[in-house]
């Protein structure tokens, strides 16, 4: 059983659309996140959701809009795509009592052309 | 501002040698500490993790690291190392009312050579 799993694994479009991907997690755990991994490996928290309330949201284009619709899922809608977006997209989840250890999903490597 | 930081980004070496990676915070207070490891194309997985008791921590496939307070470091090692331990390693760090945030390095890529 996957733990947290992400869609789609690749994701390859042209600027100026606008796409989504899914997470899920079957852990039970209370906090999701998205990180962004660009080319050099840095990894980077772009949100946080709690219980399906934002508690982390960093300096991030507001082309890029989270949905929590229940605490198993944590999708991110980009609007606009650009070419600077494309990167290796995380999600994980952990639960707050747990000290915060976090699961990662597989990743979506997003390339804008 | 606070960070974490990792040295030696690319790290090479042979199959048997040892392998240290350094790991330091600049965050006060208690601190929750972690290692993870990134294979070739694949995600982030647990090494191990420091909550408290033991400040040597010992982790999956022969990884320990050791917190040393005083220093604000979390450093990895494993004594020998194998071909299969090609991969990126990242140090992160939990702070103190960081909304659950957590902090990570830039990582160190370290290939070992057959």
Not at chain 1, 1 to 7: E, G, H, I, K, L
Not at chain 1, 81 to 90: C, H, P, R, T
Not at chain 2, 76 to 98: H, I, M
Request: aromatic share 12%.
């Amino acid at each position: 059983d996957t733990a947290v799993s992400q869609t789609p694994k690749y994701l390859v479009t042209q600027m100026g659309n606008d796409k989504s991907i899914k997470c899920e997690q079957n852990l039970g755990h209370d906090t999701m996140y998205w990180y962004k991994q660009d080319s050099k490996k840095f990894l980077k928290i772009m949100f946080s959701y709690n219980n399906k309330e934002l508690i982390i949201n960093e300096t991030v284009p507001n082309r890029f809009s989270p949905k929590s619709p229940d605490k198993a899922h944590l999708n991110l809608h980009i609007n606009s795509l650009e070419l600077g977006d494309s990167a290796v997209y995380f999600c994980a989840s952990s639960q707050v009592d747990r000290a915060n250890e976090q699961f990662f999903g597989p990743g979506t490597r997003l390339t804008v052309l | 501002a606070q960070s974490v930081s990792q040295h030696n980004h690319h790290v090479i070496l042979s199959e048997a040698a040892s392998l240290e990676l350094g790991c330091n915070y600049s965050y006060g207070g208690t601190v929750n500490l972690f290692w993870y490891v990134q294979y070739p194309g694949q995600h982030l997985q647990l090494l191990l993790k420091y909550f408290s008791g033991d400040p040597l921590v010992k982790g999956i496939k022969g990884f320990e690291a050791e917190f040393i307070k005083s220093k604000f470091s979390f450093n990895l090692r494993k004594p020998s190392v194998q071909w299969s331990d090609t991969a990126e390693y990242f140090c992160a760090v939990k702070a103190p009312n960081g909304n659950n945030r957590l902090a990570f390095g830039k990582g160190n890529q370290v290939v070992v050579i057959p």
